[in-house]
């Protein structure tokens, strides 16, 4: 819609300096999922959900981890922001990338007022990143109910071969009449900032859009297995699915290829790919 000459009269007598403006950052919580092997030489390896952290180098929270970000400027908008940040920082060239959720408590930062502009990025495997350290992710909850209330203890550990980081978050759901309200609390952060409630988040966003959308390619090579790709599932969801089940949900959205698993101590597999022609709905 174009401008009235009302409205570039008002522009041109308008100031915002009677606003207080707070900073903005784009923040991006990295995902990926690498194969763990097995001791034994025929059992398949096994899917692990990562996170990228890069440690902080100054303060606030000097020498704590967190996930990957940075102030925006006015004259470059917010997505792209997000991309030259995850490649000029972290070296990340091919990525999924989708905005997630604005984070603005007031003391979520004690340098000022700063809102946070979350992004989930997925990579797969193959590609390269720096200037960080990749972690498993491993969540355990506790769930107490009543009639008119749930409250969930989440325990979120992640850790690699140099630290381990233990997190806890409680989520509160509370219904009265009609009316339903959700409350997330860190009880416990050994992150810099609250970008554990970041990664929260991002993992809620990745698991419910596994029920709707073919999101899951972006975590993989471009051939897999299906029992890679119900591996990939199960790790993100954190439930064993039926076979029957999976194999009819993910039918029309895989093709078959004429390659085959070879040199494994298993049985061969036959590699299947994404469907090109299959198509969803994203509401998001």
């Known amino acids: 819609m174009k401008l009235s000459s009302e409205d570039k009269t008002f522009l041109a007598l308008y100031s915002d300096s009677e606003y207080e403006k707070p900073s903005v950052t784009v923040d991006g919580v990295i995902f990926r999922l690498v194969n763990k092997e097995n001791d034994n030489y025929r059992k398949l ?13 100054y303060p606030p929270y000097k020498d704590c981890y967190g996930v990957v970000g940075t102030f925006i400027d006015l004259k470059t908008e917010l997505t792209t922001t997000m ?19 604005t984070f603005g408590e007031k003391s979520r930062d004690p340098r000022t007022r700063v809102l946070s502009v979350s992004y989930m990025i997925l990579t797969s495997q193959e590609e390269k990143i720096e200037n960080g350290e990749w972690f498993d992710i491993n969540i355990s ?14 325990n979120i550990l992640l850790c690699n071969e140099n630290n381990q980081f233990e997190n806890k978050l409680e989520l509160k759901i509370d219904k009265k009449g009609l009316k339903t309200t959700k409350t997330l609390n860190i009880l416990q952060n050994t992150l810099a900032f609250d970008h554990i409630n970041l990664i929260y988040h991002a993992l809620e966003r990745l698991k419910n859009k596994l029920e709707y959308t073919d999101i899951i390619f972006n975590l993989l090579p ?9 591996q990939s599932y199960e790790e993100i969801l954190n439930e064993k699915l039926l076979d029957a089940n999976f194999r009819r949900k993910i039918a029309k959205m895989v093709v078959a ?18 469907n090109p022609t299959y198509s969803f709905i994203d509401i998001d």
Not at 222 to 230: A, D, G, I, P, V
């Open 141 to 154: 909850k506790i769930t107490n109910k009543t009639s008119t209330s749930i409250t969930q203890e989440i």
């Open 257 to 274: 290829t004429n390659d085959y698993e070879v040199g494994k101590g298993h049985r061969s597999s036959k590699y299947f790919a994404p």
């Open 83 to 101: 991309e030259l940040c995850i490649k000029n920082k972290v070296g990340l060239e091919n990525f999924y990338s989708e905005q997630l959720f």
């Open 222 to 230: 471009k051939t897999f297995t299906l029992t890679e790709l119900k």
């Open 45 to 57: 390896p096994e899917k692990k959900l990562q996170v990228f952290l890069s440690k902080r180098s």
